[in-house]
C-alpha cells in the first residue's frame, strides 16, 4: 500500500498530539483565512488559476473551503506543469493528483487539498 506525503503528515501529526496533545507541529503560523487566500490564489504570479470559489457556492457541506475545478489544463504552475492531473502515476511530481508544489504552496499558509470526483477539488483549512 502506497500513502501519499500529504497522509503521512497527518498519520504523524495526529500520532504525536495523541501522544501530547500539547504539541503543535503546525508548519505555518497561520492559516489564511479563504477570501485572502481566494484572492492569492487567483493573483498569485506564480500561479495560474482561473476558478477558485468559495465552497458553499458548490454545496453548504463545502462551507469554509474553496471549490476548485481540477481538470482545467490552464490551471498551472508559471513553469507550465499542471497543478491538478487526478491520474497522474508520476508520484514524485503529484501527491494525491496535486502537484507537489502546490501542496507546499497550501501547506505553507495552512491549506490542505482534497478531491471531490476526478473534476472537482476543494482546499480546506488544516484545523488539525
Do not use: C
Amino acid at each position: 500500500m502506497k500513502i501519499t506525503r500529504t497522509q503521512l503528515k497527518r498519520i504523524i501529526r495526529e500520532t504525536i498530539e495523541e501522544v501530547d496533545p500539547r504539541v503543535d507541529i503546525m508548519q505555518s503560523s497561520a492559516i489564511v483565512p479563504m477570501d485572502e487566500m481566494i484572492n492569492i490564489l487567483l493573483t498569485h504570479p506564480d500561479l495560474n488559476i482561473s476558478f477558485a470559489k468559495p465552497g458553499n457556492e458548490f454545496s453548504s457541506e463545502k462551507e469554509g473551503g474553496i471549490w476548485m475545478i481540477g481538470e482545467d489544463p490552464g490551471e498551472t504552475l508559471s513553469n507550465g506543469e499542471r497543478i491538478y492531473d487526478y491520474y497522474s502515476e508520476d508520484y514524485d511530481t503529484y501527491d494525491i493528483g496535486v502537484h507537489v508544489d502546490f501542496m507546499e504552496f497550501l501547506d505553507q499558509r495552512g491549506w490542505y487539498a482534497e478531491w471531490s470526483d476526478a473534476g472537482t477539488i476543494f482546499l480546506f483549512p488544516d484545523q488539525h
